[in-house]
């Protein structure tokens, strides 16, 4: 770096040697002093700088007479220039600020053709900032200093930020404003677009919405038209995109089908897919025409029959039925009765495990599809006990000898000995009667079973019951021993069966109490041991397994 001094005689001489130090104060440079001859002048003029800022060259500074002085002032980042005033307090002080010339980040003063003296003070002052607000909508962003706006951006006064203003793909700017004012965007401007601030004065607001491109699409027309009695689905002028399928929806009103399905006056019944035609990747228009036509009635015979009676069942007979209709079968027991057995072609119906076909006696068929034969049987719901009549020995008849009763009825039963024979034993469930004098045995009010056990003998003929008579064993295999210790002498032995017919009768002849043993071929059930003894008679009931 090289300095001119142009001292104005020896005593300015020395004051530039004496003041180099100051004037260099700190700085590291190779100083060249050239010295002029004491015969040229110079002026000098006093630099200075406020805080925040430098003024160069500071100082002292001496310029020849009719010389240029340029000084550089530069402010500190985030400061301005606040005045630049030359001469200050004095006649000639001017404000200069306005005629410094700008470079870069530094301004420029220049003294011209410098005849006397001067000052010059730079002043700084902090350079205000301003918050831009950003509000962005979806489906796009906003970008500065190539980064994402998040939060508000803070720029110093003066300053031009730009902001890059980016929609996602497949949109496009919807609005832009800035402080509240729209800003008119072309067709080209929509996809993207940069705004500068001019100098920043004030604080703004960017606001900006996103929306969808508006897809520009081909169109094509199909006409759906339908005949009367169904419907197409949509129908009339339907538009449909380029590339696109169109599905139409055919379906005829009850009683109804279709008959016709014309696609470019072309028969395509046969392409419909549960009642639909599919237009595919539809590129040019269509037409499409429905027709339809009365269904042809099919009928199926149901035919309901009653086995055994007590009751009616509905149809009675036959009663033909639409196909595809539902049908009940009612079923109407008499009184005292209800439904013992159904069948459906065969099939039970009535009763069967799980839930069952038949509900409050009607049974109903859905989708009537064939023919169908029903058949009822009844059952009697009352309760009924049975009275068993046993007779012992031949000598009279009992009617009825077996019969079921309705509980709750009254029963008689008629007894009716032969001439010349009586009622030599009458038991009633377990409870015996000797030689009882009855033409009937009635029940009221039955509400068990009863067993009744009747013998009769004729009138000439005593009869006793002895425990002594024994059979055994008993029950047997129709091999047995009667113990006759009561009885001496000859006898007549009798095997009588259930229904009161003599099997077997034989003259015995019994010495000394004895045992004897008898051997018969026997159907198994219950039989009647009689001995008659002179004027007596003994009996023991057996059974035979």
């Not at 130090?21 to 015969?39: D, E, H, M, R, S």
């Not at 430098?54 to 007479?65: C, D, E, F, K």
Request: net charge negative.
């Amino acid at each position: 770096m090289t300095y001119l001094f142009k001292p104005k005689g020896p005593m300015a001489y020395n004051w530039i040697i004496a003041n180099m130090k100051k004037i260099f104060f700190n700085v590291l440079v190779l100083l060249t002093v050239f010295c002029l001859p004491v015969g040229l002048s110079a002026q000098t003029i006093v630099a200075s700088a406020g805080e925040h800022g430098t003024i160069s060259p500071a100082g002292n500074v001496a310029v020849l007479l009719g010389d240029n002085a340029e000084f550089t002032i530069t402010p500190e980042s985030g400061y301005r220039i606040a005045s630049v005033v030359v001469d200050a307090e004095t006649a000639n002080e001017v404000n200069v600020t306005a005629n410094l010339v700008a470079g870069d980040g530094v301004f420029f003063y220049t003294f011209e053709n410098v005849t006397a003296d001067h000052t010059i003070n730079a002043t700084f002052e902090e350079i205000p900032t301003y918050t831009i607000t950003v509000v962005a909508g979806e489906n796009g962003s906003v970008l500065y200093n190539d980064a994402l706006v998040s939060e508000p951006i803070v720029v110093a006064e003066g300053a031009t930020p730009e902001f890059e203003i980016s929609p996602a793909t497949g949109y496009q700017i919807e609005a832009l404003s800035i402080d509240e004012n729209a800003i008119a965007l072309t067709p080209v401007q929509l996809g993207g677009y940069t705004y500068t601030f001019e100098p920043v004065r004030a604080a703004h607001t960017i606001t900006v919405s996103f929306e969808l491109i508006p897809v520009v699409v081909t169109t094509h027309t199909i006409v759906a038209t339908a005949g009367e009695n169904g419907t197409i689905t949509p129908n009339g002028n339907v538009d449909v995109e380029d590339g696109e399928d169109q599905v139409f929806q055919i379906a005829a009103n009850d009683g109804y089908r279709i008959a016709s399905v014309l696609v470019d006056d072309v028969e395509a019944i046969n392409d419909l897919v549960n009642g639909a035609y599919t237009f595919t990747n539809v590129t040019e228009d269509h037409t499409i025409a429905a027709t339809f036509e009365a269904v042809p009635v099919t009928t199926y015979t149901i035919t309901g029959t009653v086995i055994g009676g007590h009751g009616s069942i509905v149809p009675d007979g036959s009663v033909d039925v639409a196909a595809g209709e539902t049908y009940e079968v009612r079923f109407i027991p008499d009184e005292n009765y209800a439904i013992d057995t159904v069948k459906d072609n065969g099939f039970l119906r009535y009763p069967v495990e799980g839930t069952g076909y038949i509900f409050d006696n009607v049974y109903t068929l859905t989708n009537v599809s064939e023919n169908h034969e029903i058949i009822v049987v009844y059952k009697d719901t009352r309760t009924y006990y049975n009275i068993h009549v046993e007779v012992e020995t031949a000598g009279g008849d009992v009617t009825p000898r077996d019969t079921s009763v309705v509980g709750g009825s009254d029963v008689t039963i008629n007894v009716m000995p032969l001439d010349g024979y009586r009622i030599s034993r009458l038991e009633i469930d377990g409870n015996i009667l000797n030689n009882c004098e009855t033409n009937e045995i009635s029940f009221r009010d039955v509400q068990t079973d009863h067993n009744i056990k009747i013998a009769f003998l004729p009138n000439s003929i005593d009869e006793n019951v002895f425990s002594s008579l024994s059979v055994y064993p008993n029950p047997n295999n129709g091999m047995f021993s009667i113990d006759l210790s009561n009885i001496e002498g000859a006898a007549t032995y009798q095997l009588i069966d259930a229904r009161g017919a003599v099997v077997e009768t034989r003259e015995i002849n019994v010495a000394n109490g004895e045992t004897k043993m008898f051997n018969h071929k026997l159907d198994a059930g219950t039989y009647i041991v009689r001995i008659i003894a002179g004027d007596k008679v003994y009996v023991e009931q057996i059974v035979v397994e």
